[in-house]
Every structure is written in structure tokens, then in C-alpha cells.
């Protein structure tokens, strides 16, 4: 796997400076070990949005039924707000639909928009590793805490979110990665608004 990779990266340092030549790609393996994790982060998001789906309706009829509401309802579905949150954020970096300012990519020359490309990337790479530490604090120090409806140990609730976390710093980091080998990919002006008149 390492030798596949230093044959990648040689490949395509050499071939770095051609104008005009096919789009590169990262190795086969890296591709399909981003789509795995990327199935398993929306499998978890998708289920902890139909979980909140699932739990408003239940609290709209618990407000017309003559039974007494169950206020653990209301409390899994905050809880499946922030994991969807947070799951899914390595995924908007990956599909490169996180916040961004596109100004920069509308400047002539591709050097200046690689160089800011990298840096922001890094830069979502370092929040994403203070992330990961403050969250692997908050389930070392609030695992003795518990939800007051469930009763769910509050260390889960940082566990199910350091998973994005995670995934941010990794997933940033490869974007770096390719940026600064590959290039950075021509803008697409399908947003734009063109004047006709």
C-alpha cells in the first residue's frame, strides 16, 4: 500500500507541471476507503435524522393522546441533532460543500488558489484536532454525568461526536494533500448569476 502510494505521488509530482493533460486521481484504494467511510457517516446521520423525525411526531401526538408524554423523546432528538451535526462535517469537506469563500477562486493562475486551497485546509485540519482533543476531555471528565430523561452516560454524547471530529482532521488533511500535488480543480460558474443585458 505505501509503495503504491510513493508511485502515485512520484507519478504525479513529475507529471505536476503539464498543462492540458488528463485529470489526475488519488489511488484506487484511497477512493474506495473514502466512500466506505463516507457510507458509514451518512448511514449515521440518515438514522439520527430519522430519528428526529420519528420523535417530533411522536411528541405532536403525545399532545392529543391521553397518556402522559414521555420526556426522553424530546431530549434523543437534541442528542441526534448534535450527532448529525457533527458526523456528517467530514463529509461536507470531502464533497468540498463546507463553508467556503469563492472569491479566491475566480483569481487567474492556479499557484495562488492552491496555496490558499492548502492553507484552508490545514487550517479546518488544526480546529478539527482541538475538536478532537476538547472532546476526548469532555468523555473523560462528564462520563460519571448523566442525561436527566434517559439517563444516557454524557460521555456518549461526545463519543458519537468525535467521530466527525475525527473525520474532519483526516479528511482535510487528505484534501490538503491532494491540492497541493494534484491542483485545484477549475471553478464552475453554475451559481453565478450572468448579467444579459
Given at each position: 500500500m505505501l509503495s503504491s502510494l510513493r508511485k502515485f505521488?512520484?507519478?504525479?509530482?513529475?507529471?505536476?507541471?503539464?498543462?492540458g493533460s488528463t485529470p489526475r486521481r488519488p489511488p484506487a484504494w484511497v477512493v474506495r476507503i473514502g466512500r466506505v467511510l463516507t457510507a458509514i457517516e451518512l448511514t449515521?446521520?440518515?438514522a439520527a435524522l430519522l430519528l428526529i423525525f420519528g420523535l417530533v411526531l411522536l411528541q405532536a401526538a403525545q399532545r392529543y393522546l391521553p397518556i402522559d408524554g414521555w420526556p426522553w423523546t424530546g431530549e434523543l432528538a437534541r442528542f441526534c441533532l448534535v450527532w448529525l451535526t457533527f458526523v456528517v462535517a467530514g463529509v461536507l469537506v470531502t464533497n468540498d460543500s463546507h463553508i467556503s469563500i469563492e472569491l479566491i477562486d475566480m483569481?487567474?493562475?492556479?499557484?495562488?488558489?492552491?496555496?490558499?486551497?492548502?492553507?484552508s485546509c490545514l487550517i479546518?485540519?488544526?480546529?478539527?484536532?482541538?475538536?478532537?482533543?476538547?472532546?476526548?476531555?469532555?468523555?473523560r471528565t462528564q462520563?460519571?454525568?448523566?442525561?436527566?430523561?434517559?439517563?444516557?452516560?454524557?460521555?456518549?454524547?461526545?463519543?458519537i461526536s468525535l467521530i466527525g471530529f475525527v473525520s474532519?482532521?483526516?479528511?482535510?488533511?487528505?484534501?490538503?494533500?491532494?491540492?497541493?500535488v494534484l491542483g485545484v480543480p477549475e471553478p464552475t460558474y453554475d451559481d453565478v448569476e450572468v448579467p444579459t443585458a
Open positions: 505521488l512520484t507519478v504525479t509530482v513529475e507529471a505536476a507541471g503539464t498543462e449515521i446521520g440518515v483569481v487567474p493562475g492556479t499557484v495562488v488558489r492552491r496555496g490558499v486551497r492548502v492553507l479546518v485540519a488544526v480546529i478539527g484536532v482541538g475538536l478532537c482533543v476538547e472532546a476526548l476531555e469532555l468523555m462520563g460519571v454525568l448523566k442525561s436527566p430523561a434517559m439517563q444516557m452516560p454524557m460521555s456518549w454524547l461526545y463519543a474532519v482532521v483526516a479528511r482535510s488533511l487528505i484534501a490538503a494533500a491532494q491540492y497541493a
